[in-house]
């Protein structure tokens, strides 16, 4: 069979993206007076576009600059995430005992908003940065520890039984079979704890006033720059995307056998 | 005194939960397990699927323990799995993140950890071209065939340097081709390295091929060890002169009948052992 284009997969995308753009400009004009449309967005937001690096003061950068802060941020606040929640999952997949008695606190733990931790960390922390992160990783760090906690759970007895046989070390036993065994799932863990960090920024940077996508956002919309909030968000919905589909080719790399 | 020893060896498992006979809620796999095996002998068990082959060398592994009776090896009763017994697993289970080097030096970095890293290195490679695997060296095990990989397992039991090599079903996966080419390559290692070897097989010509015992495994549940059949055609035997040979369908009714004859408990300690006499005929 000869290969052809397929226009469709072109086309299709190109409906999709206009049709929404159609409903935007629809509501703009007849719903919402308020959001500006398309165009306008792109009129008053463009030199943000054009001059994504400019600096003219804290909180009026170009978006690049803020996507950059917000992505330090995140990275941070991602890396102590992954950081406690990997040994933590290896913990709760190795112990049955340290997952009967943990496993309810994280059950508890797990579904509650950044918008209830950030004050909290602001308690503990009297600072708004190392508050933001503490909201972020404790947010993120729960599909990497409940991927994690099932990779080990699910490390093949074949496996486990070449280290019996061999009489590994548990140093040997840890680095040889069980992290490497476990470390697709690991991976899918940190995938979804990214994109949760990700999630969270806009919460931190709005509540702290942090610069960042999330915390211009939140000042644009108390300065009735609606245009603005548009931009952000689409700027945070394309970052998003994009750390999504690096992670999971780092994803698609630990992929054993 | 035998180099490894079963005596009385039986095995149970929990019954599933499906189980509506509340008598002992145990499931007999293994009953009264005999055997002694010499040292370089190599002992063939042959079973039907489901009849606890499986479960009696993990018990010799020392991946489960028996309910009752004791293994010994060596004169020594043994305690949970050791590197004094490799283990050549059905399923390979080569490590998949580490190439064929690797997983064969794994074994013995672990049971030689004090040997200075160029021996180390020397020892794993002698065992990849013992399976001639040299070239493949640097392979992960998703490149490999199933034949290929089954010879980096053999390379990584016998790095290990055991006093008896464990063999599951090591064949049963692989296509008839790949098969008997393994099982010549496996009679000649096994004469070159002199190790005692126990291997489970279904396949009775391949237990003939290789063994100098074979023991049948009843059906089970609560299966045993029927009669031992000896297979005195001296080494190295090829396929096409064994189906010459006059005793070689003597040797294969009689494993068998054992096989079909369903339970034959109590037949171990009778003196019935068959002794069949191929005599090799001369080319």
Known sequence: MEKRFDSAALFLPIMGISLVLMIWTGLSLKVAPDLPSPLRTWYESQNYILNPFFKDGEMNQGILRFAFLSLI???????????????LGFLLGLSVNFHRAFDPVIQVLRPISPLAWLPLGLVIFKQSE?????????????????????GVRSIGTEYLNVGRVLKLSPLKKLTKIMIPATLPFMFTGYRLSLGMAWLVIVDAEMLTGSPGLGGFLWQEYNSLV??????SVLAIGLIGFALDRLMSVVERRFKTA | MAYLEIRGVGKSYRRGASGTSAQSGRLAVLCDIDLAIDENEFVCIVGRSGSGKTTL?????GLLEPDRGEILLDGKI???????????????SLLPWMNVFENVYLAVDAVAPDLAEAEKRERAEHYINLVNLSAAMKKMP????????QRVAVARGLAMDPKVLLMDEPFSALDALTRGTLQEELARIWMETQKTVVMITNDIDEAILLADSIYTLTSGPGATLGPAVRVETPHPRSRAQLIDEPGYQGVRRETVNVLMSGRTRGATDSTVEKNYFIERRKH
């Open chain 1, 73 to 87: 941020r995140v990275a941070k606040g991602f890396l102590l995430a992954i950081a406690i929640g990997t040994p």
């Open chain 1, 130 to 150: 190392p508050a933001a992160l503490f909201t972020i990783a404790l947010c993120a760090m729960w599909p990497t520890v409940i991927n994690t906690a099932m």
């Open chain 1, 226 to 231: 609606y245009s603005h909030i548009l931009l």
């Open chain 2, 57 to 61: 060398i993990s018990l010799i592994a």
């Open chain 2, 78 to 92: 043994i305690e949970g799995p050791g590197p004094d017994r490799g283990v050549v697993f059905q399923n390979y």
């Open chain 2, 142 to 149: 998703r490149e490999l065939s199933g034949g290929m990989r």
